[in-house]
C-alpha cells in the first residue's frame, strides 16, 4: 500500500532537492502539496491539518532554514511526524501471569476478522506460545468452519458449540476449556454486522463483562480508508478496544486508515495484516512504515523475515558447497524456494532503500515467473540438475514439453543460471561479483 502517497510526496520532495537554500515560499509549497496528498489518501482532514500545521511550525524554524542540506532536514522532519502520527514505537500484546491470556476479537463483518484470528494464532506460535481458538461468531456459520478449517491447518485446537449456542456462553466455556487444555493464549472470534447496531455492540460489551479479556483488538480493513476512523470511534464508545489490527494492507494504495486511526482514536496499531498466507501478519512498527512510505527502505523487517524463513542448516550446507565452488540447479531452486517463503517480490523490493513505493507501480514483478522456473527445474532428471552441461537438444526439448514451455523458455534459464553460477563462484572464493543484477537483464 501508500503507493499513490509515496509517489506523490516524492514529487513535493523531488521539488525542495532542486533548491540549494529554502524560503518560506518554499517550505509552504512542499506543506501544501503534503496536505493534497494525504487528503487524497483518504486522510482524515483534521489529522491533514494538525500533521502539516506540526511540519511547517518545525520546518518554518532555523532548524530547516538555516541548515546546509535543507531539503534532508524537512523529510527528516516529515518522516518523524508520520512517525508520530502512527505511534512512534510498536506495542505488543499484554500477557497475564496467569494463563490463558483472552484475547477478543470485534469488527464489521467482511473485515478479515476471522482470517485475523488464525493468522494471530500462527503469529503465537511462532513466538513459542500455545494458542486456542473459540468460534464465537453464531450468525454466519461459515465462520464457525473457516476457524475450524485454519485450526486444522495451523494444529491449533478449536473451542465451538455450534451455531445455536449464546456467544456469551461459548466465550465463557472457552475460557475454562483453554484452562484445561492448558493452552496459554485465547483467542475469541465474535461475531460481526454488515453495519454497527446496538445489538452487536450489546452482544460484544456483555462478552467482555463475563470474560474479562486481557486484550481487545480491533480488526479493521485498510482498504476502508477514512471510514476506518467513523467504525474505531463507535467501538472506542462501546467496546473499548486496546489496539487495531489492520488487514488487507496490501490491496489499497492510499493507506489512509493507517494513518488515521491512531491519530484519532488514541489506540495503537497493533499487527499489520497482508496477503493469504496466515504467516503474512507482523507486529506493526511506525518508524517501519513511515520509511516505506518516504522511500527509505525498511532493512530491519527485511532481515527479520529472512531469519524467520530460512533454513540455517540449509543455509550452511549451501556455503560449504560455495566454498567447494559447486553449485547445481537444485541449490538454485532451493534459494528460490527460501525466497519465496518471505513473501511477494514486490513486498521484498518495497523494503529496499531507494525503492519508493510508488516507483514499484511501473515495475514488471511477476511472482509466476518463478513457478515457470521451478516447473523447468523440476522437469529435469537429478543427473541434469548436477551437471547442466548435458542437456543437449533433444533433453531441452524433453524439459520443456515437461514444464509445458518452450525452447526459448529453456534456454534463457541455463543462460541465467551460467551467470548465477559464476556469481556464487566469485562469491565462494571471497571475491564480490562486478554485477550481482546481471542475471535480471540490463541493470544500471
Given at each position: ?9 516524492q ?9 540549494g ?18 487528503l ?40 518523524e511526524?508520520?512517525?508520530a502520527?502512527?505511534g ?8 497475564s501471569?496467569?494463563?490463558?491470556t ?13 482470517t ?8 503465537l ?15 454466519r ?25 449464546d ?8 475460557v ?11 483467542i ?18 456483555r ?49 489512509g ?5 491512531r491519530?484519532?482514536t ?23 512504515v ?24 540449509q ?39 531507494g ?11 511477476d ?5 515457470k ?46 551467470q ?9 572464493s ?6 550481482p ?8
Amino acid at each position: 500500500m501508500f503507493e499513490s502517497l509515496s509517489d506523490k510526496l516524492q514529487t513535493a520532495f523531488d521539488g525542495l532537492k532542486r533548491q540549494g537554500k529554502l524560503t518560506d515560499k518554499d517550505v509552504e509549497r512542499a506543506a501544501r502539496e503534503i496536505r493534497l496528498a494525504l487528503l487524497e489518501a483518504d486522510v482524515n482532514f483534521k489529522v491533514v491539518k494538525q500533521f502539516v500545521d506540526r511540519v511547517k511550525d518545525r520546518a518554518l524554524g532555523s532548524e530547516v532554514l538555516e541548515s546546509l542540506t535543507p531539503a534532508q532536514q524537512f523529510i527528516k522532519i516529515v518522516n518523524e511526524e508520520l512517525t508520530a502520527l502512527m505511534g512512534s514505537a510498536s506495542t505488543k500484546l499484554t500477557f497475564s501471569p496467569r494463563p490463558p491470556t483472552v484475547i477478543m476479537m470485534v469488527g464489521l463483518q467482511g473485515s478479515g476478522k476471522t482470517t485475523a484470528c488464525g493468522k494471530l494464532a500462527n503469529f503465537l506460535l511462532g513466538q513459542g506460545k500455545a494458542p486456542g481458538l473459540v468460534a464465537g461468531d453464531v450468525y454466519r456459520p461459515a465462520a464457525v468452519d473457516q476457524l475450524k478449517t485454519l485450526g486444522e491447518q495451523l494444529g491449533v485446537p478449536v473451542y465451538d458449540e455450534g451455531t445455536s449456542a449464546d456467544p456469551v456462553d461459548i466465550a465463557k466455556h472457552g475460557v475454562k476449556w483453554a484452562q484445561d487444555k492448558g493452552r496459554d493464549v485465547l483467542i475469541i472470534d465474535t461475531a460481526g454486522r454488515l453495519h454497527i447496531d446496538d445489538k452487536l455492540m450489546e452482544e460484544l460489551v456483555r462478552i467482555r463483562h463475563s470474560v474479562k479479556p486481557h486484550n481487545i483488538l480491533l480488526v479493521v480493513d485498510a482498504m476502508t480508508g477514512q471510514d476506518a476512523v467513523n467504525v474505531a470511534l463507535q467501538f472506542q464508545e462501546r467496546v473499548q478496544f486496546d489496539g487495531v489490527i489492520l488487514t488487507k494492507m496490501d490491496g489499497d494504495a492510499r493507506g489512509g486508515a493507517a494513518l488515521s486511526v491512531r491519530a484519532v482514536t488514541g489506540k495503537p496499531i497493533k499487527f499489520a495484516s497482508s496477503g493469504e498466507k496466515l504467516d503474512n501478519f507482523e507486529y506493526f512498527h511506525p518508524d517501519r512504515v513511515a520509511s516505506r512510505i518516504l522511500g527509505m527502505g525498511d532493512v530491519l523487517s527485511l532481515i527479520e523475515k529472512a531469519e524467520r524463513t530460512i533454513d540455517e542448516r540449509q543455509a550452511r550446507e549451501l556455503e560449504q558447497r560455495l566454498r567447494k565452488a559447486t553449485f547445481t540447479f537444485d541449490d538454485f531452486l532451493e534459494q528460490i524456494q527460501q525466497v519465496r517463503k518471505m513473501g511477494s517480490i514486490s513486498s521484498l523490493l518495497g523494503m529496499i532503500p531507494g525503492i519508493p513505493a510508488g516507483k514499484l507501480k511501473g515495475m514488471q514483478v511477476d511472482d509466476r515467473a518463478f513457478d515457470k522456473i521451478q516447473a523447468l527445474i523440476q522437469s529435469m532428471t537429478p543427473e541434469e540438475r548436477s551437471h547442466p552441461e548435458l542437456i543437449n537438444g533433444s533433453r531441452r526439448r524433453r524439459i520443456a514439453a515437461g514444464s509445458g514451455s518452450d525452447i526459448q523458455a529453456i534456454n534463457q534459464l541455463l543462460a541465467q543460471f551460467k551467470q548465477v553460477q559464476k556469481m556464487m563462484k566469485q562469491l565462494g572464493s571471497g571475491r564480490a561479483p562486478k554485477n550481482p543484477f546481471q542475471m535480471f537483464g540490463n541493470s544500471s
